[in-house]
């Protein structure tokens, strides 16, 4: 089992930034890939960024791409989003995920995660 503990949310203007992190528990979390998504109200979870396991390869949704930057720090057991010139729409709440299945492969669908944090609050206002 393996927890997840986000943390980094907040309130911030438009065009401002903010950095997330999420730490994991567990031995294993140099093996998993990793992943953020958010949920707005309303609104579906959704993906935002990925990062695999080995060469650490990364992918984003298009609506992040160029603000967002995902990373992983194995010696912390962390990973990170960098969020830069954040707009209204990306207020949500912002989840990390990891997967044990397919740890070199980006997938994108919420199905392909295993473990989940509670989630983090992000809200940009305008």
């Known amino acids: 089992q393996v927890q997840l503990v986000e943390s980094g949310g907040g309130l911030v203007q438009a065009g401002g930034s903010l950095r997330l992190s999420c730490a994991a528990s567990g031995r294993l979390f140099s093996s998993y890939r990793l992943g953020w998504f958010r949920q707005a109200p309303g609104k579906e979870r959704e993906f935002v960024a990925a990062?695999?396991?080995?060469?650490?390869?990364?992918y984003y949704a298009d609506s992040v791409k160029g603000r967002f930057t995902i990373s992983r720090e194995n010696a912390k057991n962390t990973v990170y989003l960098q969020m830069n010139s954040l707009k209204p729409e990306d207020t949500a709440v912002y989840y990390c995920?990891?997967?044990?299945?397919?740890?070199?492969?980006?997938?994108?669908?919420?199905?392909?995660?295993?473990?989940w944090g509670q989630g983090t609050q992000v809200t940009v206002s305008s």
């Open positions: 990062i695999t396991r080995s060469i650490g390869s990364t």
């Open positions: 995920a990891a997967a044990t299945r397919w740890p070199t492969e980006v997938r994108v669908g919420v199905q392909f995660y295993d473990y």
